[in-house]
């Protein structure tokens, strides 16, 4: 049962890294390098916004709306100011904007939290026993839960509302879709938002789980590899790329060497780029082939 | 006094020069002759900051040959470096090979670690390339830290390494360091820029203009991106190992991927696609911590700031590769264009000619 628990919550996690990835990619063909700095300082202000009034016992609530004002400043700050100016350029510009980002988002972590590892800890009741000695903290079960509502929400979005039709146009071609009154700018930057909110969430997940800090960052390039794994651009690859990562990241600790762990996302990134870059639901003609 | 004279060409061999107007020869002998001199006239600490410079600037002409003529992004430099550091490593404390051996046999790893980890990019390019560079960057270090944890003495001190000699010198202490490094930088840009002007510079830039019309001009993508992958990965493979050598002590904690973006953003700062950028770049971002940790001294009670000043140092870095790609995508470089035409038409007013000198 234990194993089932982790597996799930890390898939959680990544399969949030994940579509936040994928939905900027499908947005404006950028891949964000800075997915894991998002997340974990999406984690810290979490925390942070959560301890501010109440001496010591965190509120879960002022942390929510802590991290839904961060998502949406911060998203909408990375469009407005970096990313709407990118397009046209050479591709490298995107990619080398999100690594500035990804910098100085660490050097955040370093400067206001001073670096310090931190465990976020809700403090809603003790956990469930499950059989076989496993334990679910009740906040574990928000956060599967949350995830799985982000998810369906995520699905109604983009079927069902015009918002989201216009967001799959613009995705598909937005140049025409501007030109067929769509507000690129609205979409594109609701697509951000989207991306670090989601990052949050999995920021948090993170942090209740292990602990935040500046090393964990390299669990964006975990979610890059679950997002490359199921396709680039496909949001149902998201999920099932984050099991296959989580899923393997767990048996190699339990089972070969937990130094192994670390370096296995790259290891997974290398087999597939080498065998199927497109990835397990991705388009093939997606792919920047030279 | 205006002059035609730095556009006008009348033969070919005139358009390849190196430096077209008189005043850069007479500059360049300027700056040579400083460098020559600088050591009489300044401090230990401050010719190993230039040290640290001139390494800094091998590896980026590396990059820069690699991303700002060929137009592959690579973000996996760190890991070139990191195998020029680990071969020096090897080679000196298992086999105790001199140093007149083991910067060559460095330079032959790079290569073929460079060919390896060059052959995605006859499949991918952009973003793909990106992320498979840096799929090889954490496949090298994970291969380095294995290493490490086997033969270092304690994990976290790292292994060390003797001062160089060749012969009867022995190279340390910073002012011969800093006459070795000036005499090396000095025949590897002269190289880099032979090699930009002739044919396979000349391929490289078709490559990254168009690599479609490039194939179709007859250029062998194949080869040419290969080359310089390996350029790239030689030059880094030369650099790690001299910094091995220069600073005693082999670590991989050094090798992160934060060092491939340092090295990024030196080529960015200085500009892409320009060699004196990436001189430019390279002293620019290797002295912006240095630069920061002085300014901080200025603040009242500046001990209280250790961990921020770090972390201003690391944000630095991330705040200039932004603000260079939005509002001076061309670098320092073509900040350094804009003032010498504007001295060329002086006192006249024209708008720079769009013909960017690579």
Not at chain 1, 65 to 78: K, P
Not at chain 2, 99 to 108: H, K, L
């Amino acid at each position: 049962m234990e194993f089932v628990a982790t597996v799930v919550i890390l898939t959680c996690t990544y399969a949030l890294l994940a579509a936040g990835i994928v939905i900027l990619y499908k947005a404006g063909r950028v891949v964000n390098f800075a997915h894991g700095e998002i997340a974990i300082v999406g984690g810290y202000v979490f925390y942070s916004s959560g301890m501010m009034f109440s001496g010591g016992e965190m509120s879960p609530w002022l942390a929510v709306l802590g991290a839904i004002v961060f998502s949406v400043i911060m998203g909408a700050f990375i469009y407005a100011t970096m990313m709407r100016r990118v397009v046209g350029e050479p591709f490298y510009v995107a990619i080398l904007v999100t690594v500035g980002i990804a910098i100085v988002l660490k050097s955040a972590i370093i400067v206001i939290w001073r670096a310090q590892h931190l465990t976020i800890d809700v403090g809603i009741a003790p956990a469930i026993r499950l059989a076989g000695g496993a334990t679910l903290s009740y906040m574990d079960v928000a956060s599967v839960a949350l995830t799985i509502a982000f998810f369906i929400a995520l699905y109604l979005f983009f079927t069902f509302t015009r918002l989201g039709v216009q967001f799959r146009g613009t995705a598909e071609n937005p140049l025409l879709a501007s030109q067929r009154g769509v507000n690129v700018n609205l979409v594109l930057s609701l697509a951000w938002i989207i991306a670090v909110l989601a990052a949050t969430l999995s920021g948090v997940l993170y942090g209740g789980r292990a602990f935040l800090s500046t090393e964990s960052v390299t669990i964006g390039l975990a979610g890059l590899t679950a997002a490359l794994v199921g396709g680039l651009d496909s949001l149902r690859g998201a999920v099932i790329g984050a099991f296959v990562v989580a899923l393997a990241q767990y048996l190699t600790v339990r089972l070969i060497d937990p130094v192994l762990s670390e370096a296995l996302p790259f290891l997974i990134l290398l087999v597939v780029m080498s065998i199927r870059p497109w990835g397990l639901f991705g388009t093939v003609e997606e792919l920047d082939r030279v | 006094m205006a002059r035609a004279g730095t556009n006008l060409r009348t033969s070919y061999l005139e358009s390849n020069e190196v430096l077209r107007r008189p005043y850069q020869k007479v500059l360049v002998g300027l700056i040579l002759v400083a460098a020559v001199l600088l050591p009489g006239g300044s401090s230990d600490y401050f010719l190993h900051l230039i040290n640290l410079c001139l390494l800094a600037c091998i590896g980026a002409l590396g990059l820069m040959m690699l991303t700002g003529f060929c137009g592959q992004i690579s973000l996996g430099h760190a890991a070139f470096l990191a195998i020029g550091a680990f071969t020096t490593v090897i080679l000196t404390v298992h086999l105790k090979l001199p140093f007149i051996v083991v910067v060559p046999a460095a330079a032959v790893t790079g290569a073929m670690i460079g060919f390896l980890v060059g052959l995605p990019s006859l499949r991918f390019r952009g973003v793909y390339l990106a992320i498979s560079t840096l799929a090889m960057h954490y496949a090298i270090i994970f291969v380095a830290t294995t290493y490490q944890a086997k033969f270092s003495a304690s994990a976290s001190a790292g292994i060390t390494i003797p001062d160089p000699t060749i012969g009867p010198l022995k190279i340390s202490g910073a002012p011969t360091w800093y006459y070795f490094l000036l005499v090396l930088l000095t025949f590897i840009t002269i190289g880099c820029v032979n090699l930009v002007r002739t044919r396979p510079g000349r391929a490289w830039m078709a490559i990254r203009d168009r690599d479609i019309a490039a194939e179709a001009l007859g250029i062998n993508l194949t080869r040419y991106k290969l080359l310089a992958f390996m350029l790239s990965a030689t030059l880094a493979s030369v650099s790690g190992s001299l910094m091995a050598y220069y600073s005693n002590v082999v670590t991989v904690e050094a090798y992160t991927l934060d060092l491939a973006v340092i090295y990024v953003a030196m080529i960015i700062v200085g500009g892409m696609g320009s060699i004196l950028g990436g001189l430019m770049g390279a002293f620019f971002i290797t002295l912006l911590p240095y630069g920061i940790e002085h300014l901080f001294e200025f603040l009242p009670r500046a001990w209280r700031f250790g961990s921020t000043v770090f972390g201003v140092q690391v944000g630095a870095v991330g705040v200039c590769i932004i603000l260079f790609l939005l509002l001076e995508p061309k670098g320092l470089a073509e900040i350094w264009r804009r003032t010498e035409t504007y001295f060329d038409r002086w006192p006249f007013r024209y708008r720079p000619l769009d013909t960017t000198r690579r």
